[in-house]
């Protein structure tokens, strides 16, 4: 596991990566990319059987974690989701704030 050993969460007890090597988990410097999608491959089948995977994707989105494989997802694939996160959060503001507008319409009409 590649958590700070202090930190007493429960979810991380149950890691399946406690028995890999962080390596698996975390790019090299200058990974060749078929070397990389190979490596992220195989950690994220890894990740398949963890039984805190929701868990440990809701923690690496949280943080945000930067860099390796976390709940089964790659760095890019975190941002991915925190961008759809992000966009999706913002069009159920904009319509929070249309339907009062679109009551006092149907008011004054
Ligand atoms: S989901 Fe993957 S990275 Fe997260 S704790 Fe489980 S095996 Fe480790």
Known sequence: MRLDPLDDNPWHTAAACRRDEAALFFAPSKEPTAARLAREEHAKQVCAGCPVLLSCREHALAQPEPYGVW??????????????RRRRTAELRAEAQLVPAQRGRRIAG
């Open 71 to 84: 709940g089964g997802l790659t760095a890019a694939e975190r941002r991915v989701v925190l961008a759809r």
